[in-house]
């Protein structure tokens, strides 16, 4: 069980375009899902926190217009890099808990991340 | 702050080696600790979990023992393989007005046949 679907694995795409990225939970409800960016050989950096039906929090330094974060319902969200450029390429990972884990502070299970690279 | 602290890899082992990947954090409260791993071009995947002091989590041969008295999480396995070249984080997940998980920098484990 608690599986994440992210998709697309892998996107290449030209400076200046919107790149969407989708992260699923696919047999639980996720109340809650985070977005991070992986730089290589690099730990993560966490990017925002969604809650579903409201709108994300995002860290400090990540700037909101760029990196447009939607979660309209408890099995998916969005994100959707806006503009693209060759600095926004990087490994982008989506995790997810449910509401029952929010309150239980139990582990978050992660999609498979996607690798973006802007030309 | 919250923070997690791991030792720099790369770590480079022979097959059948003893590894421990030391990690120690700084926390408010009361958190709990994971490992993850993360393979090659994939995501992070859960490798095992403390809640409490003195909890050991184990999984598929790996073990961690959650000590509050040195703020410790190592990670230990008996015996690595070839499969087990990856990247190991540990992490900590603690409520800051919502639960939030703080990794460490990762330790790349590199397993010699």
């Known amino acids: 069980g608690a599986v994440v679907s992210q998709h697309p694995s892998r996107v290449i795409c030209k400076s200046g375009t919107s790149v969407k990225i989708e992260c699923r939970s696919l047999?639980?409800?996720?109340?809650?899902m985070f977005w991070y960016r992986q730089f290589p050989k690099k730990s993560l950096m966490l990017m925002a926190t969604?809650?579903?039906?409201?709108?994300?929090?995002?860290e400090q330094g990540v700037e909101k217009d760029k990196f447009l974060i939607n979660h309209a319902s408890l099995t998916l969200s969005t994100l959707t890099v806006t503009s693209a450029h060759p600095e926004d390429s990087s490994f982008y990972i989506c995790s997810a808990r449910s509401d029952r884990d929010a309150y239980s502070n139990q582990p978050q299970h992660f999609g498979d991340g996607t690798r973006l690279s802007i030309l | 702050g919250d923070s997690v602290t791991q030792m720099e890899g790369p770590v480079t082992l022979s097959e059948e080696a003893f590894l421990t990947i030391n990690c120690t954090y700084t926390a408010t409260g009361y958190p709990s600790l994971f490992w993850y791993v993360q393979y090659p071009g994939e995501g992070l995947q859960l490798l095992l979990k403390?809640?409490?002091?003195?909890d050991k989590g184990s999984n598929k041969g790996f073990e961690a023992t959650y000590r509050k008295e040195t703020t410790s999480f190592h990670l230990e396995k008996g015996s690595v393989q070839v499969s087990d070249s990856a990247v190991y984080f540990c992490?900590?997940?603690?409520?800051?007005?919502?639960?939030?998980?703080?990794f460490g920098a990762g330790t790349r484990l590199f397993v010699k046949a």
């Open positions: 992490a900590l997940s603690v409520n800051t007005g919502g639960f939030k998980t703080i």
């Open positions: 403390a809640t409490k002091a003195d």
């Open positions: 047999d639980f409800q996720a109340t809650t």
């Open positions: 969604s809650n579903e039906g409201s709108k994300a929090t995002y």
